[in-house]
């Protein structure tokens, strides 16, 4: 099958709204880095609003900000010096790869003593009890790459998910409620992390309600368009049976279930014969886009936690190539049509 050009290819100059979906995935989401890099290389492409959760928060708040400041540029500039700085921290991490996983260059945790240790304490013992002060290294990081009092100058949207500890309700924070508390709070694991307290209530990690959150894209973005950055693998061939095999795939569903419901509303919401006025027919005008590569899946959950360079920046790598692709086979399908099947995912509601 022949790719289709792009539309910049094509020789037309006008600009293609889009709204980003970007999930969480801990280091992986250094794949996403490598989408967005490529995508703002595009000059007919215009986001419009992103919706970002755990990881993709961080990413969208850094995108954000690097933009108001230089523009796309900006923004690539912002996301390097962001991944860049975690790498750093890394360097100095007790959760390091075992000389095996390096003689054989495996990107996986699972053989490091540290990973070991630090997962067997975080299943039997409290994160208030490990770590009582609630420090969190990525606080200083985020308050060194994001200027948070100019987000709401942004002419891009940002939609923050983070669960509600107590109604288990996904709170949805846009740009200027959005603080370095609020990207920790949709970041928060809560067997590594003290929930985070924000306007007197405790919240978790986004990915439990939302990972990421399409609702609130539909609702206030005039693009028509959604491209979804995936992390999370929806299926898996092999079973698990080792016990954290089957805890990673655990998270894993219970991560993507929030997403598949949303985008099987907009599955069938398209198959209706009268989808309704208002909100039922904008749902069902949404065309769906993903990007995505297999070889998340091949590192294994514990490699979320690996932030060494090399691994970062071969993620980044791959993350590009899967955006360059994307756009060569689809670019020109932007604005007009959905290229994610959500046929299938209706049938399977």
């Given amino acids: 099958m022949a790719k289709k050009p792009t539309p910049e290819a094509q020789g037309s100059r006008e600009k293609i709204l889009v709204d980003l979906a970007l999930q969480g995935g ?60 975690v790498a750093d921290a890394a360097r100095f991490s007790p959760i390091q790869r075992s000389m095996l996983d390096r003689m054989m260059n495996r990107w996986s945790l699972d053989a490091s003593p540290g990973y070991l240790m630090m997962d067997l304490m975080s299943r039997v013992v409290s994160p208030y009890n490990i770590n009582p002060f609630g420090h969190n290294p990525l606080r200083a990081m985020l ?30 924070f846009r740009n ?20 985070v307290e924000i306007d007197g209530e405790p919240y978790w990690d986004g ?13 206030e973005s005039e693009a028509r368009d959604v491209i ?47 989808p309704g006025a208002g909100e039922g027919r904008r749902w069902a005008e949404m065309n769906m886009h993903r990007i995505l590569t297999d070889k998340l899946a091949d590192f294994g959950a514990s490699s979320k936690l690996n932030a060494e360079k090399p691994f970062l920046d071969l993620l980044k790598q791959e993350g590009r190539r899967a955006a360059d692709e994307f756009l060569r086979v689809h670019g020109g399908d932007l604005g007009k049509k959905s290229t994610a099947d959500l046929d299938i995912l209706a049938m399977e509601c």
């Fill in 207 to 219: 990915g439990y309600a939302g990972n990421p959150t399409i609702t609130p894209l539909v609702r």
């Fill in 143 to 172: 308050e060194d790459s994001i200027d948070f009092a100019h987000l709401n100058e942004a002419d891009i949207k940002l939609f923050i998910t983070a669960t509600n500890v107590h109604t288990g309700r996904g709170r949805v």
């Fill in 176 to 195: 200027k409620e959005i603080t370095p508390d609020v990207l920790l709070a949709s970041a928060c694991l809560p067997t590594l992390f003290q929930a």
């Fill in 26 to 85: 801990g280091s992986h989401g250094a794949f996403t880095w490598g989408v967005l890099d490529r995508l703002l290389e595009e000059p007919w492409l215009k986001i419009e609003a992103i919706s970002g959760t755990s990881a993709g928060a961080m990413n969208a708040a850094i995108l954000v900000s690097g933009y108001v400041k230089g523009g796309a540029p900006g923004a690539r500039a912002a996301l390097d010096a962001y991944w860049a700085r």
């Fill in 228 to 274: 979804l950055v995936q992390i999370n693998p929806r299926e898996r061939r092999t079973t698990p049976r080792t016990a954290a095999e089957i805890l990673d795939r655990l998270n894993e569903i219970s991560f993507n279930s929030p997403l598949m419901k949303e985008l099987r509303m907009i599955a069938l919401l398209r198959q209706a014969a009268d």
